[in-house]
């Protein structure tokens, strides 16, 4: 069976400091994988997606990146943060026959 | 733009009653619709997934419907338990299916 993994479950980190979140998929291959966002009072909003190695499409233009260095690997990263980027990083996986999204426990992020 | 409504955004229910949760959105041209449920701090779990073909799918006491030229979706819970208690999303899929576009949930509460 599939999983999906993301670390670390929780972060606090000052403003101006970089970020690195990393999520891995196991038991398929060649995953859809996708970052989302949910800020405090706000829906769920993707961030980033990708549809192979090196392939990442971008919905928000922002101060974020990711990059998808190996298959199953998908990392969401900034080089300085803001107190905007504070909320709970969701990422999600899906097969490409049906779209089924399929989510992991996601990182709390507090930036102060 | 694909905008999503949920209503009503929060709903309070004795233990064994049936209910229905709606779900409107914008653009009907999806490729999917995702009903999900987040219990709180957590990650999302997949309910249920209906594809633009089809009308509804069931999976236990979950029913959920789907009527794309209108825009709307529907989730019945039947004999709802305390174990229900959680936040309820709809999703509906971007043409291409690579993107997920969430309402701001319903929250349920049910009470023994």
């Known amino acids: 069976s599939q999983t999906i993994h993301q670390w670390p479950a929780t972060l606090v980190q000052p403003v101006g400091s970089p970020l690195s979140l990393e999520c891995t998929v196991e038991?398929?291959?060649?995953?859809?994988l996708y970052w989302y966002r949910q800020a405090a009072g706000r829906g769920l909003q993707l961030l980033f997606y990708?549809?192979?190695?090196?392939?990442i499409s971008s919905e928000v233009p922002q101060n974020l990146s990711a990059s998808r260095p190996q298959d199953r690997q998908f990392i969401l990263s900034s080089k300085k943060l803001l107190l905007s980027d504070s909320g709970f990083y969701l990422c999600a996986w899906s097969p490409d026959t049906t779209y089924e999204q399929y989510f992991g426990p996601g990182t709390r992020l507090t930036v102060t | 733009k694909q905008e999503v409504t949920q209503i009503p955004a929060a709903l309070s229910v004795p233990e064994g009653e049936n209910l229905v949760l709606n779900c409107s959105f914008t653009?009907?041209?999806?490729?999917?619709l995702q009903w999900f449920r987040q219990d709180p701090g957590k990650g999302l779990t997949s309910l249920l997934l209906i594809q633009s073909s089809q009308r509804e799918q069931t999976s236990g006491r979950l029913n959920a419907s789907l009527d794309k030229s209108s825009g709307r979706s529907t989730l019945y819970i039947a004999a709802s338990q305390p174990g229900d208690s959680a936040t309820y999303l709809c999703a509906p899929a971007n043409q291409a299916g690579t993107a997920l576009i969430f309402g701001k949930g319903t929250t349920l509460s049910v009470s023994s």
């Open positions: 990708s549809v192979g190695i090196g392939q």
């Open positions: 038991g398929t291959s060649n995953p859809n």
């Open positions: 653009d009907s041209a999806i490729y999917n």
